[in-house]
């Protein structure tokens, strides 16, 4: 039974826990285990200590209990949260995070750079926190496998607070314990040399460096090198290496590389504090979070008639995947193959008459005999059979009924036969499909009559509640659509995703259909559950003469989706010209604003549509409206899209002093583009060369970041002033000084900057 130790941490035993111990994680330090608490119903991570497994004297019990009260109390967002202490095994019970840890995930997923980027922002922040408290917290072991993932991929640091290790053991002895836990890679090269000199702060701000080298690349540093190659290496200045990984890295990484050198600097009092380092990873993620503006995409899966093999169909029956009925032209013959191989020879004897070969692949009851000869298509035997009174309805090997295969093999003969001998019309395969759905499929509008005359099911539906009437709607069988119309199938069902008919046939452009569906009373608005309609489907497609004939019978042309995506969203992210023309002039709204806050000029802009960007302006569409992030369409096209874009918005009267969120106007974004041609028409329409981001950043700054000297030029002919300094206190002639852009620092002495803001920032 747990019992509390003071404040909140909690004593627990092995007993409190259920007795499935998953071990989730295991190395130098010790195992982690997965453990779910009988009573309270919630997951845990027990973390015992190599030292700690066996050893369950009081020694070890109370320095755990002292470390774990040490953790217990530091209380963040983004630090573990420890809640007690197990004693056998002893260990310490913390929160349990679903990704494991940064180790874990680096070599095995795919990360995007705002991801990346997220991870490194919120690890400064916990890190922050730390060297934050008084006296400062020290972690001393930062590394991936001590930065956790929770479920959303938020981090949560642990293992921090080993700063008694200089009273523990020796420099050596340290050195060498790290190499084998395979941390060395870390460790400053000031604690490598022959220094007295406790750890630091600074010490951090190394591992840190190295972290982002590792985020960045997602490769583990000085891969293959033993531990004297390390140390050697280190010592002499040198780090991993981003060549040529960093080759195809989006702009927005240089700054973030230009960090990392700084916080993995030779010299510990040149690295930044982490106050400063949150700062710039906060600015950092800021421009680099691309706003999400393409609705939702959803596909429509083509069914298929033709049922696969006997052994996928088995596999299959889990998934009920519309794809589970793979297209072929010989589904007859794949048909056949589940039942029995076929014979050279049609087997139209008696068994006496069959050669050896064929007698020994003959069936030998009346049951698999009724299968054989009908998969040959010998009516007679067929017959024969049935008047013996063989069971009309009983289900192939391939879980198909005898009707199903000769529905796909449309052969009147043997449909005939078998209704005649009271085949069921409305028994399905094992995916629910009725007999009438692989007429639908098929187009045989002969075979869809015969079938209902036998009072086959107009409405059937299948498992994901398509009727036949959904599919001979999406393949264009106008002749089986009106066959069953005729007999009252409604057009108006709605499969488990709520399409109807309409839905289908306006999604794949069948106007023919649209109209007869229409004509039988289909409802033009109806809604599927993300709330689309026929005609948001048949623009998004590009389905010109569908949207045509929707709008001209008075549907709603300023419906939203769930996403809050109005037919004229799509059409401007989709550069539909013709559908935008048409959809203005039946009335649609040009500043209808999405779920996040974007018009159709902001979609527009982000995919450079310019002829849908001129149709909109030229019907109003507000060229400063602020989206997501307070981003305007101006912001879009100078992060994403061509010049062009830029300035066609500029000569529409887009402001291009507006700032995003963080700060970030149009010119910051053009700087750190590297698009000297929209930086100078920014500039003709009256940009604020001199405005400063959250980070105190002006265009300057980020033009001496990127080394880009012909936007500094620019920049400073347009009156750039060289003294501002940003949040650290640096001037942009001291932000090429300390990142060792010869070039700029040239440049910029050249124009006569004072000799007193030639020192370099203190960080």
């Known amino acids: 039974m747990e019992r509390h130790l003071g404040s909140s941490l909690t004593m627990f035993t092995k007993e409190d826990f259920e007795s499935d111990w998953l071990k989730v994680a295991s190395g130098g330090f010790g195992q982690v285990f997965r453990v779910k608490h009988k009573q309270w119903r919630t997951t845990y991570a027990v973390k015992c200590s190599s030292g700690h497994l066996q050893d369950t004297g009081c020694d070890s019990m109370n320095c755990l209990i002292e470390e774990a009260a040490k953790m217990e109390k530091i209380k963040f967002q983004h630090i573990v949260s420890i809640y007690g202490v197990c004693d056998s095994p002893l260990g310490i019970v913390m929160e349990y995070m679903a990704n494991k840890s940064l180790e874990k995930i680096l070599p095995t997923h795919q990360m995007s750079w705002q991801l990346k980027f997220r991870i490194i922002h919120e690890t400064s922040l916990a890190m922050n926190f730390l060297h934050s408290l008084k006296p400062p917290l020290l972690h001393l072991d930062l590394k991936p496998g001590n930065i956790l993932m929770d479920a959303n991929m938020h981090v949560k640091i642990s293992d921090f607070g ?28 000031e604690m490598l040399l022959q220094s007295t000199s406790p750890p630091g702060t600074r010490f951090d701000v190394y591992s840190f460096g190295i972290v982002i080298w590792e985020i960045l690349t997602q490769k583990k540093p000085y891969a293959g ?79 298929m008639s033709v049922k696969p093999t006997l052994s996928r169909s088995k596999q299959n029956n889990s998934g009920r995947s519309h794809l589970s009925r793979g297209t072929s032209t010989n589904g007859v013959e794949n048909t056949k193959d589940q039942l029995y191989s076929p014979h050279q020879n049609e087997a139209k004897n008696q068994e006496a008459s069959r050669t050896p ?38 289900r192939t090997a391939c879980g198909c009924t005898l009707l199903i295969l000769a529905v796909q093999n449309r052969s009147m ?47 059937a539906q299948e498992l994901d509640g398509w009727t036949p009437l959904h599919l001979a709607s999406q393949n264009n069988f106008e002749n089986v659509v009106r066959v069953l119309l005729s ?17 289908l046939a306006a999604h794949y452009g069948h106007v023919g259909l649209v109209k007869m569906l229409a004509s039988q009373g289909a409802d033009l608005e109806k809604k599927q559950k993300n709330l689309r309609t026929p005609l948001h489907l048949a623009v998004e497609k590009g389905q010109f003469r569908v949207v045509q004939y929707l709008l001209k019978n008075g549907v709603v042309v300023n419906s939203l989706d769930q996403k809050q995506y109005s037919a004229l969203h799509m059409a401007a992210i989709k550069g539909k010209y013709l559908i935008c023309e048409k959809l203005i002039k039946y009335g649609a709204n040009v500043d209808l604003r999405t779920e996040k806050g ?23 569409a507000g060229v400063n409206a602020r989206g997501s992030l307070n981003w305007t369409p101006l912001h879009l096209a100078t992060r994403y899209s061509g010049e062009a874009v830029v300035s066609e918005l500029l000569r529409s009267g887009a402001d291009p002093n507006i700032a995003e969120n963080s700060g970030w106007t149009p010119l910051h974004l053009a700087v750190q583009r590297g698009s000297l041609f929209s930086v100078m028409k920014l500039l003709e329409h009256n940009a604020d060369v001199n405005t400063k981001n959250k980070a105190g950043w002006t265009p300057t700054h980020l033009a001496v970041l990127t080394g880009n000297t012909s936007i500094i030029k620019t920049l400073l002919k347009a009156g750039a002033l060289l003294g501002l300094e940003d949040n650290l206190g640096c001037t942009p002639l001291q932000l090429a000084i300390r990142n060792q852009k010869q070039s700029v620092v040239d440049l910029l002495q050249g124009r ?4 007193a803001h030639l020192w370099v920032c203190t960080v």
């Open 487 to 503: 007999r009252q199938a409604d057009p108006n069902a709605q499969e488990n995703e709520g399409r109807t008919p309409l839905h």
């Open 598 to 620: 974007w018009t159709p000029l902001h979609l527009a802009s982000i995919k450079g549509h310019m002829e849908i960007i001129h149709l909109l302006v030229d019907h109003s």
């Open 752 to 755: 006569g900057s004072s000799v």
């Open 225 to 303: 090198a033993n531990m004297m190659g390390i140390i050697i290496s280190v010592a002499a200045g040198k780090r991993p290496s981003l060549e040529p990984a960093c080759e195809d890295w989006p702009g927005d990484c240089h700054q973030m590389v230009d960090l990392m050198k700084r916080c993995w600097d030779q010299k510990p009092q040149k690295r930044p504090s982490f106050a400063d380092v949150s700062v710039e990873t906060d600015t950092l993620l800021s421009v680099i979070q691309r706003p999400t503006v393409d609705p939702e995409n959803e596909r429509l899966f083509r069914k």
């Open 162 to 189: 080993l700063s008694k290790w200089m009273d523990q053991s020796s420099r050596m002895q340290y050195i060498e314990r790290s190499a084998l836990r395979g941390t060395l890679s870390y460790i400053p090269p």
């Open 357 to 394: 070969e064929e007698a020994s692949e003959a069936p030998e009851n009346d049951s698999d005999l009724l299968c054989f000869m009908f998969a040959h298509e010998n009516l007679e035997e067929v017959q024969l059979l049935l008047a013996k009174g063989e069971d009309v309805n009983r």
């Open 413 to 459: 003969e043997l449909i005939s036969l078998l209704l005649e001998h009271g085949a069921d019309t409305n028994l399905p395969d094992d995916d629910d499909w009725a007999p009438l759905h692989f007429v639908a499929q098929n187009g045989d509008d002969r075979i869809a009559r015969l079938l209902l005359d036998h009072e086959a099911h107009v409405d």
